[in-house]
């Protein structure tokens, strides 16, 4: 039932409430105050009145008075009611700051931005959040210390919104130019896919198809405002006037360094940056990069065009600001680098020493995706530029993210010049995936270059399993069909390689062991026995046999293990072929042979396979 203290809010008659304050605390059917009535209504004098006996209550949504007020823009009734009610929320979680954002109540929002920001609802949505979902610059201007906060609950199937997600699912233009330099590369990914990736049952499955299909990042975020002085907040609106006005706050610099330069940059303000180059150009934030990267990264042009003058500084880790954005925005930057230098743009980056910029060019004329960690010498591997091969095989052995070399790569695009050229060093590599450039160049069908590395049959991968097993399991695979003829005639070269190789080094251990039995100072009974066993005499093996046990035990270690001294050595070494240490031994080496210091691709123990 209503009270006469309740119909007076309603109407906002003050002298009413004076006479009924003994109705205070009484609420309507709905679970209504008067004081809640009297801010939804915006009676700020009532409100006045009425604070000291009704605030804190909540209605049976959980809504307080505060948050009436703020709902409705009322800012006079906000103002008397924050103290009180300041940081209650409604039954789902909102905030009077949130539904102040959602009704785009500019001055609301300012009142209440220090005592609620950075809440979130039980959705996981912020104030900015909500005013981005009803398109409101002017508050999100207001709240942008909230950008880069996620949401966590679960509704149509996404688990990660942001702010910038909600203003592009909305087409709302201005919001997003706002959001991105804050927001970019913050994904919010469907509830049902896993962050694990599922592996092939076979060792080789996908592995050339996906790695030219890592796609690297060139993103930049500003950092949240969280307090920002007035010339900053000039520069992210892009108030020149507001801008000139401030100019003490010039070299101002955030915890993370941004200067208000670098927001001017990144929002595209191109008279703030013009008034702020001479002032704060050059300077960094804590990572090493200038308002050209965040102009860049936010495709600014022509701020980007105004700030060439930082082209050549790089950041904590080396890189100029064409290398860092180059793999994401590669048009502006090609732009850009015609702009700093009339020719084109891969040679600026080759004389600039923007080898990642390089990189990514080329990899954009020849439409490839590189992974993280490509060098230069592999994409001229990939795309078959000689000279780019030739100026950079300082990068042999070089790894990228996959552990790819440029060896695995010229196996990929049968680039049998380059291979040549890499093998001496780069042969029996292995990638993250276990393979060497071998099984690339034969699930690739490039044969050519599968006989040139025919050597890495003998290597290992981490599990111990040898390139020679994973061929022969590839080659039983019913994808593989296509492929099963020639893995089959590869495999039979491979037998017969590998034969000779054990006959020859088995016949020249023999030769050696013969020299040596027939030494002058050996028992004169050794050449009967040998002799006898030639001639097929009977038991004349059993004597040399035995004959040989007692030598050997009396011989000095001239033809034992380098290493341990006392073993006959067992185990020969690729690729060097060198037969001088036992199996023992060679299990507790480094991966160098003991004798030429050539990097040990696997082992052999001279044991002819059957067939």
């Not at 880069?148 to 130019?177: D, V």
């Not at 050595?569 to 060097?576: K, R, T």
Request: net charge negative.
């Amino acid at each position: 039932m209503e009270t006469k203290l309740i119909t007076a809010a309603k109407k906002g008659d003050p002298s009413e409430i004076q006479k009924h304050l003994d109705d205070g605390l009484r609420r309507d059917r709905s679970g209504m105050t008067a004081l809640m009535w009297a801010a939804m209504k915006g009676h700020s004098d009532c409100v006045r009145i009425l604070v000291d006996l009704e605030v804190g209550l909540q209605e049976q949504n959980g809504q307080t008075a505060l948050q009436f007020a703020a709902s409705n823009g009322h800012t006079s009734s906000v103002a008397i009611l924050l103290p009180g009610e300041a940081g209650m929320r409604r039954n789902n979680g909102e905030t009077a700051l949130m539904l102040a954002a959602q009704g785009g109540h500019t001055k609301c929002v300012s009142l209440l931005y220090e005592y609620e920001v950075g809440m979130q609802d039980e959705k996981g949505w912020t104030a900015l959040m909500h005013t981005v979902h009803w398109g409101f610059l002017s508050c999100a201007q207001i709240l942008l210390s909230e950008v880069g906060m996620i949401s966590t609950f679960e509704q149509n199937n996404e688990t990660s919104l942001t702010a910038l997600l909600l203003a592009k699912g909305k087409g709302h233009q201005r919001l997003i130019k706002l959001l991105r330099p804050y927001e970019q590369g913050l994904i919010g990914r469907p509830a049902c896919i896993s962050d694990s990736l599922i592996s092939s049952q076979h060792p080789l499955e996908g592995s050339v198809k996906q790695d030219l299909n890592t796609k690297t990042t060139g993103t930049i975020r500003l950092s949240s405002p969280k307090e920002p002085w007035p010339l900053l907040l000039a520069a992210i609106i892009g108030d020149i006037k507001q801008a000139k006005r401030n100019l003490n706050d010039i070299g101002m610099q955030t915890q993370r360094g941004e200067t208000a330069l670098m927001y001017a940059a990144a929002h595209g303000h191109l008279d703030v940056v013009k008034l702020l180059l001479t002032r704060e150009q050059g300077m960094q934030d804590v990572t090493g990069r200038t308002a050209l990267c965040y102009a860049i990264a936010n495709d600014n042009l022509k701020c980007a065009q105004c700030l060439l003058g930082e082209a050549d500084i790089r950041d904590t880790q080396g890189y100029g600001p064409f290398d860092i954005c180059a793999s994401e925005h590669i048009v502006l930057v090609k732009t850009l680098l015609q702009d700093l230098d009339k020719r084109p743009a891969v040679e600026v980056a080759l004389d600039h020493g923007y080898n990642m910029c390089v990189v990514a060019l080329v990899a954009h004329t020849f439409n490839l995706r590189v992974p993280v960690g490509c060098t230069l010498l592999m994409v001229g591997v990939l795309t078959h530029q000689m000279n780019l091969i030739e100026k950079n095989l300082i990068q042999k052995r070089v790894q990228d993210s996959r552990g790819w070399t440029a060896c695995m790569y010229a196996a990929l695009v049968n680039n049998l010049e380059a291979l040549r050229i890499l093998l001496p060093d780069e042969l029996g590599l292995i990638n993250n995936d276990g393979n060497t450039a071998l099984l690339i160049s034969l699930e690739s069908h490039n044969f050519d270059c599968a006989y040139l590395l025919v050597d890495e049959v003998f290597a290992h991968d981490a599990s111990g399993i040898s390139q020679y097993d994973r061929i022969r399991a590839l080659a039983q695979l019913d994808r593989y069909l296509e492929l099963q003829n020639n893995l089959l005639s590869y495999l039979e070269a491979l037998h017969c390689i590998a034969t000779t190789q054990l006959c020859f080094l088995t016949r020249e251990y023999l030769l050696t062991r013969l020299h040596a039995l027939l030494d002058t100072d050996t028992d004169p009974s050794l050449n009967d026995a040998i002799w006898g066993t030639l001639l097929g005499e009977d038991e004349a093996i059993t004597i040399l046999n035995d004959i040989m046990v007692k030598l050997e035990e009396e011989e000095d270690h001239e033809e034992s293990c380098v290493v341990c001294l006392s073993t006959p050595p067992e185990v020969i070494f690729l690729q060097c072929h060198h037969f001088v240490v036992c199996q023992n031994c060679a299990d507790q080496l480094d991966p160098w042979c003991p004798i030429c210091q050539a990097v040990i691709l696997g082992a052999l123990i001279p044991i002819c396979p059957s067939p």
